[in-house]
C-alpha cells in the first residue's frame, strides 16, 4: 500500500518536473526565434520629479509581442531567459534598443537633454566580461551620451560578489553613467556597504510604498522615514516605485523624497504614444495629464 503511495508520489513529481523542463524547453525555442523575428519591443515608463510633476526619466521595460498570445509580460520570460543565458542577447538587443530610441528621442525633441533611459540589468548580464565594452559600443553606435543612461540592478546581484560589484560599478560610473540600485529594500544588501558601492539613485521596491497608506502598523512608515533620510544622508537620489494613490505621493513628498514612478503618474507606453501624442514638438515636454490611464500593462 504505502509503497504503491510513495510510487505514485514519485510519479507525480516525474510528470510535474518533466511538464516544467518540457515548457522551459518551448519557451527558449520561442525566445529565440522571437529574437530574431523581432517580436521583443520596449514600454516605457516616465519618472517623474515630485517637484513639478516633469519627466526626469524613462524605465525601459521589455514586452514579448508573441503571436497568438498577445503581449506577454517579463515576469513571464525573463526567469527562463535567465535560466537558459537568452538573457544576454536579449539584454544586449534592450540596451541598444532604448539607447537608440532615447538618442531618436533628444533629437527630435531637444527639450529632453536633460533627460535619461533607465535599463534593468539581470544579474548574468552583470557576470559578463563584456559587459562594459558591450556598454561603450552601444553609446558609440547610438550617438547617446553617457549622462542620458541609467542602469538598474538589484541588491542581490551586487552583494552576490561586492568586491567585483564596487570595482566594475566604478568604472561604468566613471564614463559618467548613472547606477540606481532596483527594488531597494526587498534584497539583502547590508546597510553597511551601501556607502561603499558607486551608486547613484535607489529606487524604493513597491511593497514599502504600498504600505505607506495601507498599514496599520506604524514602523512601515517610520522605515520608509528611515530609508529615504539615510539615502539623501549618503547622497543618492530616491525614486519611489509604484506610487498607485493620493495620500502615498502626499506622505512620500512631505520625506522629501524627490522622485517617483507609478500608475498614479503614468503607466508603461509604447514608444508611438510618447511620440504621438504626449510630447510637444517645440518644448520637448510631456503634455499628457498625469492621471491619465493606459491600455498598457
Ligand atoms: P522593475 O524593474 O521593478 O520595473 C517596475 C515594474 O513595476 C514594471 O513591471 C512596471 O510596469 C511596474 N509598475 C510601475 N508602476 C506601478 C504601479 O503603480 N503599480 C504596480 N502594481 N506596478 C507598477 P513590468 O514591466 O511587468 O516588469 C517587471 C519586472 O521585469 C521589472 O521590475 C524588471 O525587474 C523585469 N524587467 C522588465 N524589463 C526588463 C529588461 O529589459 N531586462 C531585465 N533584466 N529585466 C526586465
Ligand atoms: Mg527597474
Ligand atoms: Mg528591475
Ligand atoms: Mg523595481
Redesign the pocket.
Known amino acids: 500500500e504505502a509503497k504503491s503511495a510513495g510510487g505514485d508520489c514519485c510519479k507525480m513529481f516525474e510528470k510535474r518536473m518533466y511538464r516544467r523542463f518540457k515548457r522551459v524547453l518551448e519557451l527558449e525555442t520561442a525566445m529565440r526565434k522571437a529574437l530574431e523575428n523581432e517580436e521583443f519591443v520596449?514600454?516605457y515608463?516616465p519618472i517623474v520629479s515630485m517637484k513639478c510633476g516633469g519627466v526626469s526619466s524613462f524605465?525601459?521595460?521589455?514586452?514579448w509581442q508573441r503571436k497568438g498570445f498577445g503581449l506577454t509580460?517579463?515576469?513571464e520570460f525573463?526567469p527562463v531567459a535567465?535560466e537558459t543565458g537568452l538573457?544576454l542577447p536579449?539584454?544586449r538587443w534592450?540596451l541598444a534598443k532604448a539607447c537608440e530610441q532615447m538618442s531618436l528621442w533628444q533629437k527630435t525633441y531637444p527639450a529632453l537633454a536633460d533627460c535619461s533611459v533607465c535599463?534593468?540589468?539581470?544579474g548574468r548580464?552583470f557576470k559578463d566580461p563584456d559587459l562594459e565594452e558591450h556598454i561603450m559600443q552601444v553609446l558609440q553606435d547610438t550617438g547617446l551620451s553617457p549622462k542620458s543612461l541609467k542602469l538598474?540592478i538589484?541588491e542581490n546581484e551586487v552583494m552576490h560578489n561586492p568586491e567585483r560589484a564596487i570595482e566594475l560599478l566604478g568604472r561604468i560610473r566613471k564614463l559618467g553613467i548613472k547606477i540606481m540600485v532596483?527594488?531597494f529594500g526587498t534584497g539583502y544588501s547590508s546597510l553597511s556597504y551601501l556607502h561603499r558601492f558607486p551608486i547613484d539613485v535607489l529606487?524604493l521596491?513597491?511593497n514599502f510604498v504600498d504600505r505607506l497608506d495601507t498599514s496599520t502598523v506604524p514602523s512601515d512608515r517610520k522605515i520608509v522615514e528611515a530609508i529615504v533620510a539615510l539615502a539623501h544622508g549618503l547622497n543618492l537620489e530616491v525614486v519611489a516605485?509604484?506610487?498607485?494613490r493620493v495620500a502615498q505621493r502626499e506622505f512620500l513628498a512631505k520625506l522629501n523624497c524627490q522622485f517617483a514612478?507609478?500608475?498614479?503618474y503614468y503607466?508603461?507606453m509604447p514608444p508611438e504614444m510618447i511620440r504621438e501624442g504626449y510630447l510637444d514638438k517645440s518644448s520637448g515636454k510631456i503634455l499628457m495629464p498625469p492621471n491619465t490611464h493606459h491600455p498598457s500593462?
Open positions: 520596449l514600454h515608463q524605465e525601459a521595460l521589455a514586452r509580460p517579463p515576469a525573463i535567465e538573457i536579449l539584454g534592450v535599463v534593468n540589468l539581470s548580464q538598474e538589484t532596483d527594488d529606487k521596491d513597491r516605485e509604484g506610487v498607485e514612478q507609478g500608475f498614479l503607466r508603461p500593462l
